[in-house]
């Protein structure tokens, strides 16, 4: 440009190596040679064809001065620079003869050169481009009418000649930039280069205004080398603004790539591969050391590759102490060097690094670097360090933005307590498993439901109840098949889903997980044993989607609990029954309103000698559209619509109204009435039944209320205030379905309860199986030590009846006796039934002996 163009490269590896340079280098010393001999073979046909080699000495010595760049433009690995060789040019062209000027510049060119010790390639590079490009222009000067005075003729012959060594030094370098970078480096030069050309001229007319100085008088020579040190002022406050400008116009486009990007994740991308082209680097890296769940990050984005590397050309220890000392480290030849850190930057080859630290607050959370200013001549200054510094700042306020959209969006999608992904999280991930089915695969959705977590929380305390929460979660994170998803659904809930080969194999998983969670769980100096209710879905047996599965699992989860500690795989008659209950919620309640519900009543019979007991009160619904309603459901949708305890009022109302008929008619019958263990949370509850005995006037020891096993006995003290209440009242206490969870005996010790009644399951498999008579005979053994009596449900064999008054059972119930009758048909069976002597003289009603 101003003077003369040449290619110079960075310290590493360019993107095709140095030799391809000779593919134009050898054409253009070539075209040198020819051009020189050419003008050669021209030039003896005019005067002094030698010239004087006293004002070419001078020329020369002028040439290498103005050789030195004004102005440096890097494009990829190489720079080319802005230079006022023009001045000197235009001169020469009319003092000496064309094959001097050649001989002259290309020796100042070899000169300059030498002083930055380029490789053999680019040094021949530069010398040939300067050879080729002066000696075309010496044979267009020759081609050009001769040079007479210094007259607008001669400055047209001048401005031709010295414009081919401007262009021509241009068409070399984008040359060589093409084939050692491609077509688009090539074209930033000519982008970059054109522009210049208006300085080419300002150099041209300034030779041509010394031209005429010097003809005028040799004296002017003084007033030209002042104007030459006034000129490179120029040009270097020139070349201050052109970089100024670049600076602030490259930090404005980073920081709206970065506001662009922070939240896309490809952050690091955009901000190392701007911020290496902006400090004009080799080298530019992000270090984030490891913080919480956010793994180390080393990132760095190089020259000559358009991904980011995993390594790092900075010494470690330079990295370290620049985060250990909380300041900027910068050291090189123009920077400085810092003591302790000479040798391990020597080692590593790296000729100048910054590195600033990243702060978030006060805290320091990584490094920004830069390494090896492009270009063998190019170099980091003093001035470089505020404006990375700048740049630091900028991104360590992305970086955090960035983490903490992250952050928000990993909280989205993960529960806080145990870290696993929440429901939202899985369903999506459900729903992409479900759109790519391979063959001979299902898609398995597991749910594990946490028993007794309630207990937990109100007995221990919810801290306690969190701690097995994370310790289900870890279980089932270590024990669930790599390939697995585990996540929290949410409440006591957790999900498992992954590919397996079929439904039996998910069966076979889900138990297997269930076993290594209830392994015993030891906090402090309190072991828990936990169990889970296990349900199980499939696609595409059972859903083609997200919602369809995790409703259906949910659906097999509940059946399980029906079951402690079952799994259970979801069939349809689990959908049909669980929407017919959601259908029966509004006409359970229209039921209550009108009146429709029925109570039956089932006998209590002494097992020894018959004698009628007492009658167990059974809430019956017949639905006028779907028939008889099994008490299960209605009962749990009493439940779970917050209609249990209407519905335990009528069962209570219904029995006492009979109860005092009874009495009234001299056959005075106690009743039983079962509670949900949701009734026992209920402070009011006792009140309630003292109002109902008082309104019936009904003596509250001829009031049973029986309670399950899982209710009373559910690990906790949480149901004794309300059992004490109730039995202070005079009112007995029954467990029922004694047997069926996991309580043992001891635990009636401190209860205070009056009876216990054998579930029905071991009581009618006493006659086949010598498990469940063991398991009766001990229950009626240990319970009437503890003083309790103690009823067998579901007797409904001579042979039964035979085994359980050999161990000692004094009452039963069950079809042997009676099945549960309305209130008509039970006078009529008690007409039919019991014998007349024991109804006449006031004894308990017995029993005809059923044949």
């Known amino acids: 440009m101003a003077g003369r163009r040449s290619a110079s490269g960075g310290s590493g590896s360019p993107r095709r190596p140095a030799q391809y340079a000779w593919f134009i280098t050898g054409p253009l010393m070539f075209l040198a040679v020819v051009f020189s001999m050419t003008i050669g073979l021209v030039t003896p046909n005019r005067p ?99 040079v007479v005075g210094v007259g607008p003729r001669t400055w047209g012959v001048l401005f031709a000649s010295v414009g081919t060594v401007v262009v021509s030094t241009l068409a070399g370098v984008a040359g060589v930039i093409a084939i050692m970078h491609g077509r688009h480096a090539a074209l930033g030069v000519l982008r970059s280069g054109l522009p210049s050309l208006l300085a080419n001229g300002v150099n041209l007319v300034v030779g ?117 000392q909380r300041r900027s480290l910068a050291m090189g030849v123009r920077l400085g060097d810092e003591e302790s850190l000479r040798g391990s930057l020597r080692a590593t080859g790296v000729k100048d690094i910054i590195v600033v630290p990243l702060y978030s607050g006060q805290a320091v959370i990584g490094t920004l670097e830069v390494v090896n200013r492009l270009s063998d001549v190019g170099h980091f200054t003093p001035g470089d360090i505020p404006v990375f510094e700048t740049v630091a700042a900028h991104a360590a306020v992305a970086l955090e933005n960035s983490r903490l959209v992250d952050r928000l969006r990993h909280d989205a999608h993960h529960d806080t307590l145990t870290r696993l992904p929440n429901r939202r999280r899985i369903t999506g991930a459900l729903d992409e498993s479900v759109k790519i089915r391979a063959p001979g695969e299902v898609v398995a959705l597991l749910l594990f439901d946490v028993d007794g977590l309630r207990q937990v929380n109100e007995s221990l305390g919810h801290a306690a109840g969190d701690k097995v ?31 397996l080969e079929s439904a039996e194999a998910a069966l076979e998983l889900a138990a297997q997980l269930r076993d290594q969670i209830r392994d015993e769980m030891v906090f402090d100096a309190l072991t828990l044993d936990v169990d889970t209710a296990v349900g199980v879905a499939v696609h595409p047996d059972h859903g083609s989607d997200a919602a369809t599965l995790l409703l259906r699992v ?216 010598p498990g469940d008579l063991a398991i009766v005979n001990a229950v009626v053994t240990l319970s009437q030590q503890f003083g309790l009596a103690v009823v067998a449900e579901g007797v409904e064999s001579e042979l039964t009846l035979e085994l359980l008054q050999d161990i000692g059972c004094e009452i039963g119930q069950g079809f042997l006796f009676s099945r549960p009758l309305p209130y008509e048909r039970l006078a009529a069976w008690f007409g039919a039934q019991v014998e007349p002597e024991t109804a006449s003289n006031g004894e308990l009603p017995r029993l005809r002996v059923v044949p």
């Open 208 to 324: 041509l205004i010394v031209l005429i100085a010097v003809d005028s008088t040799w004296w002017s020579a003084v007033l030209i080398v002042v104007l030459g040190v006034a000129l490179a002022k120029v040009y270097r406050s020139y070349e201050q603004f052109f970089r100024q400008h670049r600076t602030l116009g490259d930090m404005y486009e980073l920081t709206q790539a970065m506001t662009a990007n922070g939240q896309s994740g490809n952050l690091a991308d955009v901000l190392l591969g701007r911020i290496r082209g902006l400090m004009q680097a080799e080298y530019a890296t992000l270090w984030l050391p490891a913080q919480g769940r956010h793994p180390e990050v080393m990132l760095t984005a190089r020259v000559d590759d358009t991904g980011l590397l995993d390594t790092s050309p900075t010494p470690v220890v330079v990295r370290e102490e620049a985060r250990r």
């Open 48 to 146: 002094h064809p030698s010239g004087s080699w006293g004002l070419a000495a001078v020329l020369l010595g002028v040439m290498v001065i103005a050789g030195l760049p004004m102005l440096n433009f890097v494009i990829g690995r190489q720079s080319f620079g802005v230079r006022l060789v023009e001045i000197p040019l235009v001169p020469a062209f009319v003092f000496l003869p064309p094959l001097m000027v050649v001989l002259v510049y290309t020796l100042s060119t070899l000169i300059t050169h030498l002083r930055y010790r380029f490789g053999a390639e680019k040094l021949a590079f530069n010398v040939a481009n300067a050879a080729a490009a002066v000696s075309l222009a010496g044979l267009v000067l020759l081609a050009l009418p001769p």
């Open 554 to 769: 949910d659906l097999a989860a509940t059946a399980a609990k029906s079951v402690p500690g079952s799994v259970q795989l979801f069939n349809p008659a689990l959908e049909s029954r669980s929407l017919r209950r959601l259908g029966l919620a509004g006409d359970l309640r229209r039921a209550l309103d009108q009146d429709e519900l029925e109570v039956y009543f089932q006998p209590k019979v002494t097992l020894r000698d018959r004698r009628l007991v007492g009658v167990e009160c059974l809430a019956r619904w017949e639905h006028p559209a779907h028939g008889t309603v099994a008490p299960e459901d209605f009962v749990a949708v009493a439940e779970h619509t917050g209609q249990l305890s209407r519905l335990t009022e009528v069962v209570l109302r219904e029995g006492l109204r009979r109860s005092r008929d009874w009495a009234l008619a001299d056959q005075p019958l106690p009743i039983a009435v079962n509670l949900s263990a949701r009734t026992l949370i209920d402070r009011h509850f006792p009140d309630r039944v003292q109002e109902l005995l008082t309104e019936y006037k009904v003596p509250a020891q001829r009031l049973t209320l029986e309670i399950t096993e899982s209710g009373v006995l559910d690990g906790t003290d949480r149901p004794i205030p309300t059992l004490q209440r109730l039995r202070d009242l005079g009112v007995r206490l029954s467990v029922d379905d004694f047997g069926t969870g996991d309580s043992s005996l001891a635990h009636l010790r401190r209860l205070p309860v009056h009876e216990v009644k054998v579930d029905r399951s071991f009581v009618q498999g006493m006659a086949t199986d």
């Open 469 to 499: 929460l994370i310790e289900v979660a870890n279980r089932l994170r270590a024990s669930a098949p790599s390939s697995a998803l585990v996540g929290r659904a949410g409440g006591d809930e957790f999900l498992v889903t992954l590919r």
